[in-house]
């Protein structure tokens, strides 16, 4: 595909995003709608997916608008096909395949994780950087090498974002105007000023949150104030992140480093990455917030690249992959 325009369909959580990209690397629109849980609760993947089949058509006709192009200027459909929900992402493959099949162009496949990385190599024009893919579901620590990305490091049990929203729920950190725990653990976090010990569990090139949050809530209930809990917390999890993305980049003599994903919002994060890199004269890059939550152009951009080298899925191999590897894509655009 070397002209054209590209529509990228993500529905592999709680929001459905659709975007189109052309082959140039322009972003002609970017639509998100996002299904809200109860305030205090997590995502349920039948609710979520009961959501995106619900807003489909008017994402998909806002997407257009925004670029300003009708269905028949497209010239191919790309959607998420894993890692994710598995009824989220079998619900926008639907849509996916309808649409291909309707307008009669191209279907392409595209791993969640590699269309993070890509959206963030394209906006902050990067080669090969080691990347930090850091979300609500993902943790890792990659770099393309022989074809593909290879995992330096990654979490063994839960990623941080859910690590901290787990203990926010359980806390009883919510604010009661907002169903996402998130921005009010940080304001908690910003307030305490006494750092409490929590195990630092990082295991070679691996972590682990999961026992730092248990060891969290007994704080709570011992009754240390949630300020300080919060801080610990946050520094504890973040420096074992740093960490390991340091070691990554040692390892690899690599001068880049990448922040991606939604998670690569959080401000304590990108200021302990900016220290580590540039102690160690790197360059750091971060994709943009807008970009950095689950996002429909994300995906159009990875299909066009894909679609490009001969990558392209027929309808009778677009069976959904809901843990699917980024180790098992092919990236043939990025040169050893």
């Not at 997590?42 to 006709?61: C, L, N, T, W, Y």
Request: aromatic share 6%; proline share 5%; glycine share 8%.
């Amino acid at each position: 595909m070397k002209n054209g325009t590209a529509l990228g369909i993500e529905g592999t959580a709680h929001t459905l995003g659709m975007g189109v990209a052309d082959c140039d690397g322009k972003i002609m629109s970017n639509i998100r709608d996002s299904y809200i849980p109860p305030s205090g609760s997590g995502i349920h993947p039948r609710d979520a997916s009961q959501h995106h089949s619900e807003v489909a058509a008017k994402v998909f006709e806002q997407a257009l608008q925004e670029a300003n192009i009708s269905s028949r200027e497209l010239c191919l459909i790309a959607f998420c096909m894993g890692p994710g929900m598995g009824p989220c992402l079998r619900t926008t493959a639907t849509v996916a395949r309808a649409l291909s099949k309707y307008l009669d162009i191209p279907l392409v496949g595209v791993n969640h994780m590699l269309a993070h990385i890509e959206i963030g190599r394209l906006v902050t024009r990067t080669d090969r950087p080691v990347v930090l893919n850091v979300s609500g579901g993902t943790t890792h620590i990659v770099i393309h090498e022989k074809d593909r990305y290879r995992v330096f490091g990654e979490t063994l049990d839960m990623a941080i974002g859910n690590a901290f929203d787990f203990f926010a729920r359980e806390a009883g950190i919510h604010d009661p105007a907002s169903p996402w725990p998130g921005p009010k653990f940080d304001e908690k976090a910003s307030k305490g000023t006494k750092y409490l010990s929590l195990p630092y569990l990082v295991k070679g090139m691996d972590l682990a949150f999961s026992g730092l949050v248990t060891h969290a809530l007994r704080l709570v209930k011992d009754g240390y104030a949630i300020e300080d809990i919060c801080y610990s917390l946050q520094e504890t999890a973040l420096a074992m992140v740093t960490e390991v993305t340091e070691r990554a980049m040692a390892h690899t003599e690599n001068d880049a480093l990448l922040l991606t994903g939604g998670f690569a919002r959080n401000k304590r994060l990108r200021e302990m990455l900016m220290t580590m890199t540039r102690e160690r004269g790197a360059s750091f890059y971060a994709v943009p917030t807008e970009l950095a939550t689950d996002n429909g152009v994300m995906v159009a951009w990875t299909g066009i690249l894909q679609h490009r080298h001969g990558m392209s899925t027929p309808i009778k191999d677009s069976l959904v992959r809901p843990k699917w590897r980024i180790e098992d894509v092919r990236v043939p655009w990025i040169e050893d």
